[in-house]
């Protein structure tokens, strides 16, 4: 079993956090925007209640509306560049950590796989999964 608090930090160590509990769920997206924000095929994303999180370090943070007409806004290092967490500004309890920078990246186990209708072709979905062609509904 994996013991809490985890420790994770940003590419270059300006930004440290404790995540206090597991997460709610693990989430695989798809998307164009998210094969973007990780430069890769896919980015993860690890629900978790605001009150499980505690940053330490300057983060800066950038908007953009989502898909579903909320905001997606994201918080990161301004050195290095890395995400941290994204949320939406109208309900903060709840955050959107991007669970690559755990230094025990074990808990991520995903879920679900979102937004499969713009997935890599290359990338074969694992089986037992939740699959949605676009967002969770
Ligand atoms: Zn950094
Ligand atoms: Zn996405």
Avoid at 14 to 28: D, F, H, N, Q, S
Avoid at 45 to 68: F, H, I, N, Y
Wanted: hydrophobic share 35%; glycine share 6%; proline share 7%.
């Amino acid at each position: 079993m994996t013991e809490y608090p985890l420790e994770g930090s940003c590419q270059c160590g300006g930004v440290t956090y404790r995540l206090l509990e597991a997460p709610l769920k693990v989430i695989v997206c798809h998307c164009n925007a998210c094969q973007k924000l990780s430069t890769s095929a896919f980015s993860i994303t690890a629900m978790v209640r605001a009150s499980a999180l505690e940053c330490d370090g300057e983060m800066k943070e950038w908007q953009r509306p989502s898909d579903s007409g909320n905001i997606n806004a994201a918080k990161f290092c301004p050195t290095c560049g890395n995400r941290i967490y994204h949320f939406n500004p109208a309900d903060p309890s709840m955050l959107k950590l991007k669970p690559a920078s755990l230094s025990d990246t074990h808990i991520i186990q995903p879920t679900a796989h979102v937004w499969v209708s713009e997935k890599q072709d290359w990338y074969d979905l694992p089986e037992g999964v939740e699959v949605f062609e676009k967002g969770p509904r």
